[in-house]
């Protein structure tokens, strides 16, 4: 049976849909809520590594003192070949872990909205489709040397990579399910809200995209 790991960074910020999906296809998910609920794996311990999100930024290393282990994970996963998923804040930090520059963004991009999948891709689908998705990010990356530019938005022409065939990253939420969006509502900004129609877009697109990355890397 396939062990993973899941770093999550805050308690309202879990994998939600990705764990779900994870165990409907006989993965052991591994949470660790960093940096009170246990120290970070060893890469040559798991088989698939899974990095959400978070407030902090990915260079946050002085207040943040857990950050340079997780890129070091991050880059040791790539190099030894086994499925990472890096979302938002851990999209940022696999970057960061694959030398690319990782800054503040132009604007504060925060609500449902959607990307423009640019690159035929076994997880996102094919190149020209619109797909609703859930932002809350600040800060952006450039694309890592060697990597696959997958999406952008109106604001951030850098919202989703993989880089070879195993390793995607996405600055946008795809994991939301009802769940997800109710533990996170007391924390959007004041105004951002949520409508239910597109909540399910969101899910419907996520389930279908995560279920295709599960079933591409294992």
């Known amino acids: 049976m396939p062990s993973w790991a899941v770093i999550q960074h805050v308690h309202h910020e879990p994998a939600a849909l990705i764990g779900t999906l994870a165990a409907q296809r006989g993965i052991t998910v591994d949470v660790r809520v960093i940096p009170n609920g246990g120290g970070l794996p060893n890469a040559a ?24 282990g997780e890129r070091a994970l991050l880059a040791a996963a790539v190099d030894r070949g086994i499925p990472v998923l890096g979302v938002c804040l851990g999209a940022q930090l696999l970057a960061a872990a694959l030398g690319a520059r990782v800054y503040r963004g132009p604007v504060y991009e925060v609500g449902l909205g959607e990307v423009e999948v640019l690159a035929d891709d076994p997880m996102l689908g094919p190149a020209g489709a619109m797909a609703p998705v859930l932002h809350w990010h600040h800060d952006t990356f450039d694309l890592p040397v060697g990597a696959t530019l997958l999406a952008r938005s109106t604001h951030y022409p850098h919202q989703a990579f993989r880089f070879g065939e195993q390793v995607w990253g996405l600055q946008f939420h795809v994991e939301v399910d009802a769940e997800l969006t109710a533990a996170w509502a007391p924390h959007l900004p004041p105004g951002v809200e949520t409508p239910e129609a597109g909540r399910r877009a969101v899910e419907e697109y996520g389930r279908a995209a995560l279920g295709r990355f599960f079933d591409h890397v294992l």
């Open 45 to 68: 311990d798991i088989d698939g590594l899974v990095v959400m999100g978070g407030p902090m930024g990915a260079l946050d290393d002085t207040d943040h003192p857990n950050l340079p």
